[in-house]
């Protein structure tokens, strides 16, 4: 395959099948290996996507500088492209993420202006937002509410899963800034309305949900919950176990967030065989491994993981 | 065995302090209200007008009760049920 740049060879990720964790030969599981991207994550789609929208409707001008909240795959992806179209990048991130995500960042030139531990992502949107307010002439992508995050898995992810297997009955996905599960599933809902959607959403340790008042939550505006059928909530322990049965029975070295959509995904198989449905399944491998070694997720015992994840943001 | 109701930070003001507590009853709306007649005044801070509040999530055995029937989602002794705030999340 050849691209006239590295930004032309973003998507086009390879679906495979995984014969080892499928339950039964009628439920099938296959993995799309997002972590394939050029800076190693699904992020690439919607960095790119959201630039190129801001570029052509003329918010994004020559040398103007990009400001986003993110503890890490956007952030890389966004400094990335920027880099290559001449555009500085300033990242809110919570201090809490692994120092690998900081390592990387920094090496692609995003300058980093760190947002409090307590609280997590809530607590790095709302420190961009005020920050956005002081700096008027600085571009705020925002992935949380940007349709062109969503849209560059409505135009690239799902078509893709669709060509390669026109028989996919389920997708599998993370929820977080959500944009992958709106984009995806408003595509299968216009093109294969029986593709059932399923989202898996990280379970954090206290620390990350506060103390904050249950009115001040937060859901991204590109939420819309007629997109997804099914909803679950995977915490620490399953992600890092399944991580770990993924690369021990199908050679995939994955991120911990993929561990907890490969939870649901199996959550999912299970219901399958026990209802005596075909069912092909497909999740979402959304990073690669390599960003997470320093957090200890793919040594000692699973006791030992949970622990030191614990009140780190690891999805 | 009972259905284990896993309390927030932010609700256990309720609760005297505990992460868990016992519940029972046959469906999440059963299972409130006998949270309420136990911790008075916490089904307010679940419910409004009837439905779990906008930045409420509640989970029966790991799954958002919003797509498994809401309020009248089944629960039965051994189930676990997990209350959380909702929040953007990590690495994104």
Not at chain 1, 161 to 168: F, R, V, Y
Not at chain 1, 239 to 268: D, M, N, P, W
């Amino acid at each position: 395959m050849r691209f006239d740049s590295l930004i032309d060879s973003v998507g086009g990720t390879p679906l495979v099948g995984l014969p080892a964790l499928s339950p039964t030969p009628d439920v099938r599981l296959w993995a799309k290996l997002e972590d394939q991207n050029p800076t190693g994550s699904i992020k690439d789609r919607a960095a790119l996507g959201m630039i190129l929208r801001a570029e052509k409707e003329g918010l994004l001008q020559p040398g103007a500088t990009i400001l986003e909240p993110t503890s890490g795959n956007t952030g890389i992806s966004l400094a990335m492209v920027a880099s290559q179209r001449g555009y500085p990048l300033v990242c809110v991130m919570p201090e809490n993420t692994s120092i690998e995500r900081t390592q990387l960042l920094s090496m692609w030139g995003a300058r980093i202006i760190p947002s409090p531990a307590a609280g997590g992502s809530n607590e790095a949107v709302r420190v961009a937002k005020r920050i956005a307010g002081e700096n008027p002439d600085w571009v705020m992508l925002y992935q949380y509410g940007n349709p062109a995050n969503a849209d560059a898995h409505y135009e690239g992810t799902a078509p893709e899963i669709l060509a390669d297997l026109p028989e996919i009955t389920h997708f599998v996905a993370g929820l977080g800034t959500t944009g992958t599960l709106m984009g995806a599933g408003r595509y299968f809902r216009e093109h294969k309305p029986d593709v059932r959607i399923v989202a898996a959403e990280p379970r954090y340790g206290e620390l990350v949900y506060g103390l904050r008042n249950l009115d001040e939550g937060f859901i991204p505006e590109l939420y819309d919950a007629s997109m997804i059928d099914s909803r679950f909530s995977v915490g620490p322990r399953d992600a890092v176990r399944r991580v770990r049965e993924l690369i021990a029975t199908e050679g995939i070295f994955a991120g911990i967030s993929t561990g907890a959509i490969l939870h649901a995904a199996l959550a999912q198989a299970a219901k399958c065989v026990k209802a005596g449905e075909s069912a092909d399944i497909v999740f979402v491998v959304c990073d690669g491994g390599w960003k997470y070694l320093s957090t200890g997720a793919y040594e000692g015992t699973l006791d030992e993981a949970e622990d030191r994840l614990d009140g780190q943001l690891w999805a | 065995m009972a259905i284990e109701v896993r309390i927030p930070t932010i609700l256990r003001t309720y609760t005297g302090g505990e992460r868990a507590v016992e519940g029972s009853g046959a469906t999440v709306t059963e299972l409130i209200d006998k949270l309420e007649a136990d911790h008075a005044g916490i089904k307010d801070r679940l419910l409004d007008n009837g439905e779990a509040r906008r930045f409420v999530n509640i989970y029966v055995n790991d799954e958002d009760i919003r797509f498994t029937g809401g309020l009248d989602t089944a629960v039965a002794d051994g189930d676990t049920v997990v209350i959380l705030p909702a929040v953007a999340g990590g690495a994104r």
